[in-house]
T-cell receptor, first 114, second 113 residues
Framework: DQQVKQNSPSLSVQEGRISILNCDYT??????FLWYKKYPAEGPTFLIS?????DKNEDGRFTVFLNKSAKHLSLHIVPSQPGDSAVYFC?????????????FGKGTKLSVIP | DGGITQSPKYLFRKEGQNVTLSCEQN?????MYWYRQDPGQGLRLIYY???????QKGDIAEGYSVSREKKESFPLTVTSAQKNPTAFYLC????????????FGPGTRLTVT
């Protein structure tokens, strides 16, 4: 039973346009959400996160939106660049600072076309 | 400079042999983790450790063992009991109060034939 779902395995976007990656979750106990970026044969790198007390968090070209009622979050990349081509993983963890277990989605492969 | 190292990058073993994957960090992080990634799959948690000499099973601990004798080191042993050991293994660490933001090593690709 997948608690974090990324329903689009892949996405292609033209350079300069907006990339929107989506993620849905089912566990109501999740209260902290993260996005990681991964290049082939490398470890994921942390990109951006959002707490459930917020509905938006921005960091440069990256913005994460959280819709708690819909149990949905999305990552917007504007403008998209060829170097953004990678697999993006959505992850979530339950509340409490001592909660150590992240649950990951299966990832979405983003291809930014020059 | 600080980071997480995993060695080796590629590892080949014969079926029935135990193999130990190395993970070292110099970030002074209390918590460390082991994940497994299979093609088309997300990362699945094998074991994690919040402090030295303590560790907990993740979602897929069967066939694996770990130790945490030093803060910097969290080796993973893939035993012969693991039915499908061929995978990409990732080690990560985090501060104990920011357990969501995990820093990952480069990974070890294990192939068992």
């Amino acid at each position: 039973d997948q608690q974090v779902k990324q329903n689009s395995p892949s996405l292609s976007v033209q350079e300069g346009r907006i990339s929107i990656l989506n993620c849905d979750y089912t566990n109501s106990m999740f209260d902290y959400f993260l996005w990681y970026k991964k290049y082939p044969a490398e470890g994921p790198t942390f990109l951006i996160s959002i707490s459930s007390i917020k509905d938006k968090n921005e960091d440069g070209r990256f913005t994460v939106f959280l819709n708690k009622s819909a149990k949905h979050l999305s990552l917007h990349i504007v403008p998209s660049q060829p170097g953004d081509s990678a697999v993006y993983f959505c992850a979530a963890r339950p509340g409490g600072s001592g909660s150590y277990q992240l649950t990951f989605g299966k990832g979405t492969k983003l291809s930014v076309i020059p | 400079d600080g980071g997480i190292t995993q060695s080796p990058k590629y590892l080949f073993r014969k079926e029935g042999q135990n193999v130990t994957l190395s993970c070292e960090q110099n970030l002074n992080h209390d918590a460390m983790y082991w994940y497994r990634q299979d093609p088309g799959q997300g990362l699945r948690l094998i074991y994690y450790s919040q402090i030295v000499n303590d560790f907990q099973k993740g979602d897929i601990a069967e066939g694996y063992s770990v130790s945490r004798e030093k803060k910097e080191s969290f080796p993973l042993t893939v035993t012969s009991a693991q039915k499908n050991p061929t995978a990409f293994y990732l080690c990560a660490s985090s501060l104990s109060d920011r357990a969501g933001e995990q820093y990952f090593g480069p990974g070890t690709r294990l192939t068992v034939t």
